[in-house]
Protein backbone atom coordinates (compact mmCIF):
# COMPACT_ATOMS: atom_id res chain seq x y z
CA UNK A 1 0.00 0.00 0.00
CA UNK A 2 0.90 3.54 -0.76
CA UNK A 3 0.38 6.65 1.48
CA UNK A 4 1.24 9.87 -0.87
CA UNK A 5 1.45 12.89 1.32
CA UNK A 6 1.72 16.15 -0.61
CA UNK A 7 1.44 19.60 0.38
CA UNK A 8 3.77 23.21 0.68
CA UNK A 9 6.88 23.13 2.74
CA UNK A 10 6.85 23.14 6.21
CA UNK A 11 3.39 22.03 6.62
CA UNK A 12 4.30 19.24 8.91
CA UNK A 13 4.94 16.41 6.11
CA UNK A 14 8.21 14.89 7.25
CA UNK A 15 6.55 14.60 10.72
CA UNK A 16 3.49 13.13 9.93
CA UNK A 17 4.76 10.99 7.31
CA UNK A 18 7.42 9.28 10.07
CA UNK A 19 4.74 9.29 12.51
CA UNK A 20 2.58 7.03 10.27
CA UNK A 21 5.03 5.02 8.97
CA UNK A 22 6.08 4.25 12.64
CA UNK A 23 2.32 3.45 13.70
CA UNK A 24 0.91 1.50 10.80
CA UNK A 25 4.74 -0.20 10.25
CA UNK A 26 5.34 1.36 6.71
CA UNK A 27 8.53 2.51 5.34
CA UNK A 28 8.86 6.11 4.68
CA UNK A 29 10.37 7.90 1.46
CA UNK A 30 11.09 11.80 1.77
CA UNK A 31 11.69 12.75 -2.41
CA UNK A 32 12.52 16.32 -0.88
CA UNK A 33 15.85 14.86 0.91
CA UNK A 34 16.52 13.60 -2.86
CA UNK A 35 16.09 16.71 -4.75
CA UNK A 36 18.45 18.09 -1.67
CA UNK A 37 20.73 15.64 -2.27
CA UNK A 38 20.89 16.60 -5.93
CA UNK A 39 21.22 20.22 -5.05
CA UNK A 40 24.01 19.38 -2.52
CA UNK A 41 26.06 17.42 -5.54
CA UNK A 42 25.21 20.32 -8.36
CA UNK A 43 26.97 22.84 -5.87
CA UNK A 44 29.99 20.63 -4.33
CA UNK A 45 30.68 20.38 -8.33
CA UNK A 46 29.85 23.63 -9.14
CA UNK A 47 27.40 23.03 -11.75
CA UNK A 48 25.21 26.22 -12.85
CA UNK A 49 21.81 25.84 -11.01
CA UNK A 50 20.27 26.70 -14.55
CA UNK A 51 21.78 24.18 -16.41
CA UNK A 52 19.33 22.00 -17.18
CA UNK A 53 21.11 19.17 -18.80
CA UNK A 54 24.21 19.21 -16.85
CA UNK A 55 22.16 18.96 -14.33
CA UNK A 56 20.19 16.38 -15.58
CA UNK A 57 22.81 13.86 -16.49
CA UNK A 58 24.47 14.72 -12.84
CA UNK A 59 20.61 13.17 -11.20
CA UNK A 60 20.53 10.33 -13.92
CA UNK A 61 24.34 9.05 -12.55
CA UNK A 62 23.34 9.43 -9.04
CA UNK A 63 22.36 7.29 -6.51
CA UNK A 64 20.25 8.48 -3.44
CA UNK A 65 19.70 5.98 -0.71
CA UNK A 66 18.55 6.13 2.81
CA UNK A 67 20.15 4.08 6.11
CA UNK A 68 18.17 3.09 8.65
CA UNK A 69 18.58 2.01 12.38
CA UNK A 70 18.43 -1.74 13.32
CA UNK A 71 14.83 -2.67 13.33
CA UNK A 72 13.16 0.60 12.25
CA UNK A 73 11.83 1.00 9.12
CA UNK A 74 12.07 4.82 8.74
CA UNK A 75 15.45 6.23 7.49
CA UNK A 76 17.62 8.47 9.37
CA UNK A 77 20.66 8.56 7.01
CA UNK A 78 20.53 9.91 3.38
CA UNK A 79 23.62 9.07 1.13
CA UNK A 80 24.03 10.14 -2.46
CA UNK A 81 26.61 7.99 -4.13
CA UNK A 82 27.35 6.58 -0.92
CA UNK A 83 28.11 9.59 0.97
CA UNK A 84 26.63 10.86 4.26
CA UNK A 85 24.35 13.90 3.39
CA UNK A 86 22.09 13.99 5.95
CA UNK A 87 22.54 17.18 7.29
CA UNK A 88 24.60 18.95 4.72
CA UNK A 89 21.52 18.96 2.28
CA UNK A 90 19.45 21.30 5.36
CA UNK A 91 21.26 24.00 4.74
CA UNK A 92 19.76 27.97 4.20
CA UNK A 93 21.79 27.51 1.63
CA UNK A 94 20.41 24.08 -0.01
CA UNK A 95 16.94 25.65 1.25
CA UNK A 96 17.54 28.09 -2.09
CA UNK A 97 19.51 26.10 -4.53
CA UNK A 98 16.68 23.20 -4.25
CA UNK A 99 14.05 25.13 -6.42
CA UNK A 100 15.69 25.60 -9.62
CA UNK A 101 17.02 22.28 -9.45
CA UNK A 102 13.36 20.50 -8.66
CA UNK A 103 12.15 22.54 -11.27
CA UNK A 104 14.32 20.95 -13.47
CA UNK A 105 12.11 18.53 -15.76
CA UNK A 106 15.03 16.49 -16.39
CA UNK A 107 16.13 16.12 -12.80
CA UNK A 108 12.29 15.05 -12.26
CA UNK A 109 12.21 12.50 -15.14
CA UNK A 110 15.40 10.77 -13.27
CA UNK A 111 14.03 10.84 -9.45
CA UNK A 112 11.07 9.70 -10.83
CA UNK A 113 12.46 6.55 -11.75
CA UNK A 114 14.25 5.98 -8.19
CA UNK A 115 11.12 7.29 -6.12
CA UNK A 116 8.51 4.38 -8.10
CA UNK A 117 11.48 1.94 -7.51
CA UNK A 118 11.94 2.42 -3.59
CA UNK A 119 8.26 3.04 -3.20
CA UNK A 120 6.69 -0.04 -4.68
CA UNK A 121 8.91 -2.55 -2.99
CA UNK A 122 6.83 -2.63 0.14
CA UNK A 123 4.29 -0.65 2.20
CA UNK A 124 5.45 3.01 2.23
CA UNK A 125 4.55 6.49 3.07
CA UNK A 126 5.89 8.55 0.32
CA UNK A 127 5.94 12.54 0.98
CA UNK A 128 6.60 15.24 -1.79
CA UNK A 129 4.94 17.60 -4.14
CA UNK A 130 3.56 15.21 -6.82
CA UNK A 131 3.27 12.05 -4.88
CA UNK A 132 -0.64 11.82 -5.22
CA UNK A 133 -0.66 13.56 -9.39
CA UNK A 134 2.31 12.23 -10.78
CA UNK A 135 4.79 9.80 -9.06
CA UNK A 136 2.02 7.72 -7.56
CA UNK A 137 -1.22 8.47 -9.36
CA UNK A 138 -2.48 5.07 -7.92
CA UNK A 139 -1.95 5.58 -4.29
CA UNK A 140 -4.65 4.03 -2.22
CA UNK A 141 -4.45 7.43 0.18
CA UNK A 142 -4.00 10.44 -0.92
CA UNK A 143 -3.33 13.42 1.61
CA UNK A 144 -2.31 17.00 0.93
CA UNK A 145 -1.15 18.55 4.07
CA UNK A 146 -1.32 22.78 4.44
CA UNK A 147 -0.92 25.35 7.07
CA UNK A 148 -0.08 28.69 6.84
CA UNK A 149 2.70 30.45 5.84
CA UNK A 150 2.52 31.81 9.16
CA UNK A 151 2.01 28.94 11.00
CA UNK A 152 5.03 26.65 8.84
CA UNK A 153 6.98 29.98 9.33
CA UNK A 154 6.84 29.23 13.12
CA UNK A 155 7.15 25.71 13.19
CA UNK A 156 10.27 26.05 10.70
CA UNK A 157 11.97 28.66 12.95
CA UNK A 158 11.73 26.37 15.87
CA UNK A 159 12.95 23.04 14.36
CA UNK A 160 15.61 25.25 13.12
CA UNK A 161 16.61 26.09 16.50
CA UNK A 162 16.30 22.58 17.71
CA UNK A 163 18.63 21.32 15.17
CA UNK A 164 20.89 23.92 15.46
CA UNK A 165 20.93 24.46 11.48
CA UNK A 166 19.19 27.05 9.25
CA UNK A 167 17.85 30.34 9.66
CA UNK A 168 16.01 31.80 12.71
CA UNK A 169 14.81 34.75 11.74
CA UNK A 170 11.19 34.65 11.26
CA UNK A 171 10.98 37.43 8.77
CA UNK A 172 13.43 35.47 6.74
CA UNK A 173 11.81 31.75 6.83
CA UNK A 174 8.72 33.25 6.63
CA UNK A 175 10.11 35.27 3.01
CA UNK A 176 11.70 31.29 2.04
CA UNK A 177 8.63 30.11 2.01
CA UNK A 178 6.51 32.20 0.63
CA UNK A 179 8.92 32.27 -2.30
CA UNK A 180 9.11 28.39 -2.39
CA UNK A 181 5.61 28.14 -2.18
CA UNK A 182 5.32 30.47 -5.27
CA UNK A 183 7.57 28.39 -7.55
CA UNK A 184 6.78 25.40 -6.28
CA UNK A 185 3.04 26.01 -7.36
CA UNK A 186 3.80 27.83 -10.85
CA UNK A 187 6.54 25.62 -12.34
CA UNK A 188 5.40 24.22 -15.39
CA UNK A 189 6.27 20.87 -15.04
CA UNK A 190 4.51 18.50 -11.99
CA UNK A 191 3.58 22.00 -9.93
CA UNK A 192 2.38 21.57 -5.96
CA UNK A 193 -1.20 20.85 -6.60
CA UNK A 194 -3.89 18.21 -4.67
CA UNK A 195 -4.54 14.95 -6.43
CA UNK A 196 -8.44 15.30 -7.36
CA UNK A 197 -9.05 12.32 -5.11
CA UNK A 198 -6.86 13.63 -2.16
CA UNK A 199 -7.95 14.49 1.16
CA UNK A 200 -7.37 18.04 2.08
CA UNK A 201 -6.10 18.40 5.75
CA UNK A 202 -4.54 21.64 7.32
CA UNK A 203 -3.06 21.42 10.13
CA UNK A 204 -3.26 25.51 11.44
CA UNK A 205 -4.44 25.46 14.66
CA UNK A 206 -4.48 21.42 15.40
CA UNK A 207 -2.70 19.10 17.58
CA UNK A 208 -0.02 17.21 14.92
CA UNK A 209 -1.09 13.76 16.57
CA UNK A 210 -4.57 14.84 15.65
CA UNK A 211 -3.58 14.91 11.68
CA UNK A 212 -1.22 11.62 12.16
CA UNK A 213 -4.21 10.14 14.10
CA UNK A 214 -7.08 10.90 11.41
CA UNK A 215 -4.71 9.96 8.28
CA UNK A 216 -4.21 6.41 10.29
CA UNK A 217 -7.65 5.60 10.71
CA UNK A 218 -8.33 6.64 6.93
CA UNK A 219 -5.55 4.06 6.02
CA UNK A 220 -6.83 1.30 8.43
CA UNK A 221 -10.08 1.81 6.33
CA UNK A 222 -8.49 1.57 2.97
CA UNK A 223 -6.50 -1.45 4.31
CA UNK A 224 -9.31 -3.36 5.44
CA UNK A 225 -11.46 -2.80 2.47
O1 LIG B 1 10.08 18.91 1.28
P1 LIG B 1 11.39 19.66 1.13
O2 LIG B 1 11.36 21.09 1.59
O3 LIG B 1 12.56 18.92 1.68
O4 LIG B 1 11.60 19.73 -0.47
C1 LIG B 1 12.74 20.34 -1.03
C2 LIG B 1 12.41 20.94 -2.39
O5 LIG B 1 12.13 19.92 -3.34
C3 LIG B 1 11.24 21.92 -2.43
O6 LIG B 1 11.64 23.09 -3.12
C4 LIG B 1 10.18 21.21 -3.22
C5 LIG B 1 10.92 20.17 -4.00
N1 LIG B 1 10.19 18.91 -4.13
C6 LIG B 1 9.56 18.65 -5.32
O7 LIG B 1 9.58 19.49 -6.21
N2 LIG B 1 8.92 17.47 -5.49
C7 LIG B 1 8.88 16.55 -4.51
N3 LIG B 1 8.23 15.40 -4.72
C8 LIG B 1 9.51 16.81 -3.27
C9 LIG B 1 10.17 18.02 -3.11
Known sequence: MIIAIDGPSGAGKSTVAKAVAKKLGFSCLDTGAMY?????????????????????????????????????????EVYIDGVEVTDKIR???????????????????????QQRRIG???????EGRDIGTVVFPQAELKIFLTASAEERAHRRVRQNVDRG?????????????????????????????????????DSTGHYIEDIIETICSYARERMDQ
Open 36 to 76: RAIAYKALSRGVALDDQEALGSLARESVISFGHAAGDPVPR
Open 91 to 113: TAEIDKAVSPVSATPAVREALLD
Open 120 to 126: LSGNYVV
Open 165 to 201: IGSIDYAEVLADIERRDEVDSNRSTAPLRPAEDALLL
